[in-house]
């Protein structure tokens, strides 16, 4: 009788899981690059509307959300080490979690 860890269900179910993990983790990398551009974008707005009143006010948003963003961050990369759009994201989650590449 053949183990269950080398039976082709087993087998199927741990290449599932691999890919589910590799999903999950790029996408949350790629969800932090989103949140990234977003906060440039709307802070280089901020930041002209305040400077064409002459006022300094848009540093505290600048500050609050660079916090926010900084924490995800922190989370994103040092819990899942890893870089780049989501298609080289998830192929170097399947590498770095044991899978093939499955183009």
């Given amino acids: 009788?053949?183990?269950?860890?080398?039976?082709?269900?087993s087998s199927n179910r741990a290449e599932a899981d691999l890919e589910k993990r590799a999903r999950r983790r790029a996408g949350a990398k790629m969800g932090w690059f989103i949140h990234a551009f977003v906060y440039v974008?709307?802070?280089?707005?901020?930041v002209a509307l305040a400077a064409s009143r002459g006022h300094n006010w848009a540093v505290y948003?600048?500050?609050g959300?660079?916090?926010?963003l900084l924490?995800?961050?922190?989370v994103v990369w040092l819990i899942a080490p890893g870089g780049g759009l989501y298609d080289r994201l998830l192929e170097r989650e399947?590498?770095?979690l044991g899978g093939e590449d499955r183009r």
């Fill in 1 to 9: 009788m053949t183990p269950m860890s080398s039976s082709p269900s």
């Fill in 61 to 63: 948003p600048l500050m």
């Fill in 71 to 74: 924490i995800h961050g922190a």
């Fill in 65 to 68: 959300w660079g916090l926010g």
């Fill in 41 to 46: 974008v709307v802070n280089v707005g901020l």
């Fill in 94 to 96: 399947r590498r770095a």
